[in-house]
């Protein structure tokens, strides 16, 4: 955390600096701006040793200009109230980029989930849960929350029995919450989707020329150098994706215990594997071991992909980051003191608000999952797939020849719900990027991209609360 700004102070100060660019009154901007309910709670577990636990826990509903709210839950125990706030705020203006009609929401739960058993984990979330329903805090059109750092599908399954227990027959009940088990509702396509958005995003940046110029790289993302920070879901899948699907050198990986770095770059599924076996990633086989983590963000590469923690990239180490662009997969890894210096070096920092949005993304698609109570791709798979077939098998006719088993059998295949979850993410993340380079770069006053993506977010929100009116 820097010293001049708690984390909710600097999302304002990013915010102030976009709003000067924009021609909205300021008593707008001033609401667009505040966080609008925050339900600070403290309620008791007895624990399995029998003693009892008072929890400490927060939901924020940033902005109602729609409707329901949305944004995960965190298990930490640097989780307060300032920092749900925070990631609230960034909620809001991350919805509105990707076009989710959702308000910002987020929700956290001061505790260390590795210091509790799994039935006091699950006895501390549904008690979290009924808290949240006796305050009208959760709801299928109220506030859906998600996981985030420290729970996942399991916490969201409790969260979703606690709800509907509580609401018997509200029939779209397992709309409540997402980041759910298949099984209960969930998507498929749901635990890869922020590294395939963060993959999607900067692809899309490194696509264009004008962008590319500015900052003396080639075209496209075949070859490049990516060094990420964190091994967690997102680092994992950012990693794989940008070396399977972009061709990518991904030269060093590193977590808290440490860095390892290889020229020729590392596979992540085999990194996670021998973190798994001896509980390091250090000493991976063919790598350089690089004890303070912390320098391998200032190594030299294309892309540095930080995916772990906020606040990483900061005004003491920023101007040591020799990485061209810089893809935030975490929530806030950059300081706006770094943005500063970032904006005098012509890095390009591709930031939080809308690059990790994916999650946020294949989570509205899970939501009107539940709503339609229909899995996507079950009404259109097979009727696609046989009119591929009569398609093909006419071309063939036609032309006497008959195609290969393999391209037969890609051309005729339907969409499963996994193809149209990532498809959807991907037609989301480009488009969203192509609004923000355009406003950057019809203003030249604007200083980067992260004021940009600011200005998209603010225009929209106000633009709801323009048109809507204010209530009263």
């Given at each position: 955390m820097s010293a001049e700004y708690s984390f909710f102070e600097s999302v304002g100060t990013s915010f102030d600096k976009a709003a000067k660019f924009t021609k909205w009154d300021p008593g707008i901007l001033e609401q667009i701006k505040a966080c609008n309910s925050v339900l600070r709670m403290r309620y008791p577990v007895k624990m399995d040793d029998g003693h009892?636990?008072?929890?400490?826990?927060?939901?924020?509903?940033?902005?109602?200009?729609?409707?329901?709210?949305?944004?995960?839950?965190?298990?930490?125990?640097?989780?307060?109230?300032?920092?749900?706030?925070?990631?609230?705020?960034?909620?809001?203006?991350?919805?509105?980029?990707?076009?989710?009609?959702?308000?910002?929401?987020?929700?956290?739960?001061?505790?260390?989930?590795?210091?509790?058993?799994?039935?006091?984990?699950?006895?501390?979330?549904?008690?979290y849960t009924s808290e949240l329903v006796k305050k009208n805090f959760i709801g299928p059109g109220i506030d859906v929350p998600a996981p985030d750092y420290g729970t996942g599908e399991r916490e969201m399954a409790w969260i979703v029995d606690t709800y509907t227990t509580l609401k018997p027959g509200e029939i779209d009940g397992y709309g409540c919450v997402t980041g759910k088990p298949i099984s209960q509702g969930g998507v498929r396509g749901r635990k890869e989707a922020t590294g395939l958005g963060v993959f999607f995003g900067v692809r899309e940046v490194?696509?264009?020329?004008?962008?590319?110029?500015?900052?003396?790289?080639?075209?496209?993302?075949?070859?490049?150098?990516?060094?990420?920070?964190?091994?967690?879901?997102?680092?994992?899948?950012?990693?794989?994706?940008?070396?399977?699907?972009?061709?990518?050198?991904?030269?060093?990986?590193?977590?808290?215990?440490?860095?390892?770095?290889?020229?020729?770059?590392?596979?992540?599924?085999?990194v996670f594997q021998h973190r798994k076996a001896t509980g390091s990633i250090l000493n991976f086989p063919g790598a350089t071991n690089i004890t303070n983590s912390k320098e391998a963000l200032e190594l030299p590469c294309d892309i540095l992909i930080p995916a772990a923690l906020e606040n990483v990239i900061n005004g003491e180490n920023a101007d040591r980051i020799k990485a061209k662009i810089i893809g935030e997969a975490a929530n806030g890894p950059?300081?706006?003191?770094?943005?500063?210096?970032?904006?005098?070096?012509?890095?390009?920092?591709?930031?939080?608000?809308?690059?990790?949005?994916?999650?946020?993304?294949?989570?509205?698609?899970?939501?009107?999952?539940?709503l339609s109570h229909v899995r996507y791709g079950r009404m259109e798979k097979r009727f696609t797939e046989n009119m591929n077939a009569r398609i093909l098998n006419q071309m063939e006719e036609l032309s006497g020849k008959n195609m290969a088993e393999a391209e037969r059998k890609a051309i005729m295949h339907g969409p499963d719900e996994v193809?149209?979850?990532?498809?959807?993410?991907?037609?989301?993340?480009?488009?969203?990027?192509?609004?923000?380079?355009?406003?950057?770069?019809?203003?030249?006053?604007?200083?980067?991209?992260?004021?940009?993506?600011?200005v998209v977010a603010i225009n929209k929100v106000a633009t709801s609360y323009s048109e809507l009116g204010i209530f009263p």
């Open positions: 009892i636990e008072v929890i400490e826990a927060y939901r924020v509903q940033h902005s109602h200009h729609k409707a329901p709210c949305k944004g995960g839950i965190r298990f930490s125990t640097e989780v307060n109230q300032d920092e749900v706030m925070a990631l609230a705020a960034l909620m809001t203006y991350k919805c509105a980029i990707v076009n989710v009609p959702f308000g910002g929401g987020k929700g956290g739960i001061k505790i260390d989930p590795r210091k509790h058993s799994a039935y006091e984990l699950e006895k501390i979330t549904r008690r490194c696509s264009m020329p004008e962008v590319m110029d500015k900052i003396g790289l080639p075209l496209g993302l075949e070859g490049k150098t990516v060094v990420v920070q964190g091994l967690g879901n997102v680092g994992y899948h950012s990693a794989k994706f940008f070396r399977e699907k972009g061709n990518c050198k991904v030269i060093a990986i590193a977590e808290y215990e440490g860095a390892i770095y290889n020229e020729n770059g590392l596979n992540e599924e085999e950059c300081t706006p003191e770094a943005d500063e210096v970032f904006a005098k070096k012509g890095i390009v920092c591709v930031p939080d608000m809308y690059l990790n949005a994916g999650g946020v993304t294949v989570s509205y698609f899970e939501w009107l999952k539940n193809d149209l979850v990532h498809s959807g993410l991907e037609e989301t993340m480009v488009q969203a990027t192509r609004e923000i380079i355009e406003c950057w770069h019809k203003n030249p006053e604007i200083p980067d991209m992260r004021s940009a993506a600011y």
